[in-house]
Nanobody
Framework: QVQLVESGGGLVQAGGSLRLSCAASGSGFSINAMGWYRQAPGKQRELVATITRGGNTNAADSVKGRFTISRDNAKNTVYLQMNSLKPEDTAVYYC?????????????WGQGTQVTVSS
């Protein structure tokens, strides 16, 4: 089974930047799309950005122009560069990966990393 491990969260002032990383470990798999989602207190989990294996990206309107998703296929790692952070970006950020095993495909999730933006 794949394990996704996130890093890079923390506390930052409004206008600041953070870079999240998520690395997939394990064996016997390949990864199609990867992405980042977030969940603020009292709210549903929402999509932040996704990226295909070929590098096509999609992002929520609320983060376009501020957040950039990228990936390193050789390292099975996805990144989220977050600039011009706002207090409303405060949430737990989760990494997701569509993992392809020999006989089936499944979505795996990371444990989440807290991002807090102070005003």
């Amino acid at each position: 089974q794949v394990q996704l491990v996130e890093s890079g969260g923390g506390l930052v002032q409004a206008g600041g930047s953070l870079r999240l990383s998520c690395a997939a470990s394990g064996s016997g798999f390949s990864i199609n799309a990867m992405g980042w989602y977030r969940q603020a207190p009292g709210k549903q989990r929402e999509l932040v950005a996704t990226i295909t294996r070929g590098g096509n990206t999609n992002a929520a309107d609320s983060v376009k122009g501020r957040f950039t998703i990228s990936r390193d296929n050789a390292k099975n790692t996805v990144y989220l560069q977050m600039n011009s952070l706002k207090p409303e970006d405060t949430a737990v950020y989760y990494c997701a990966a569509d993992v392809v095993y020999r006989d089936y495909e499944d979505r795996s999730w990371g444990q989440g990393t807290q991002v807090t933006v102070s005003s």
